[in-house]
């Protein structure tokens, strides 16, 4: 079975720094793009990061650009995004999601979401 195992999330200051982790198993690792989702509190699921495991080509949105950077190992499969300068619009559950085909066709498999709170 494939599961994505999503920890990290918390409380923190507005400026402050946390480090998402993501560990996936029963997919071939190498083969695959890892993202992170978000969903806040009476909005629509976004996007955030994604990374693509074989090449290490990235992509932020705009929002995060230069505050979040998405790494992989993957010795430990496992996909990390480090949020520094957090803002209190970065409020949200944080899923990861692994796409195993990268043919366009969307994210095929979901970890538990993670929350994260950022008081100002």
């Known amino acids: 079975d494939v599961q994505l195992q999503a920890s990290g999330g918390g409380l923190v200051q507005a400026g402050g720094s946390l480090r998402f982790s993501c560990a996936v198993s029963?997919?071939?690792?190498?083969?695959?793009?890892i993202a992170w989702f978000r969903q806040a509190p009476g909005k629509e699921r976004e996007g955030v990061s994604c990374?693509?495991?074989?090449?290490?080509?990235?992509t932020y949105i705009d929002s995060v650009k230069g505050r979040f950077t998405i790494s992989s190992d993957s010795a430990k499969n496992t996909v990390y995004l480090q949020m520094n300068s957090l803002k209190p619009e970065d409020t949200a559950v944080y899923y990861c999601?692994?796409?195993?085909?990268?043919?366009?066709?969307?994210?095929?498999?979901w970890g538990q979401g993670t929350e994260v709170t950022v008081s100002s």
């Open positions: 029963g997919l071939t690792f190498e083969n695959s793009a």
């Open positions: 990374i693509v495991s074989a090449t290490g080509d990235t």
């Open positions: 999601a692994a796409d195993t085909d990268l043919q366009g066709s969307g994210y095929q498999y």
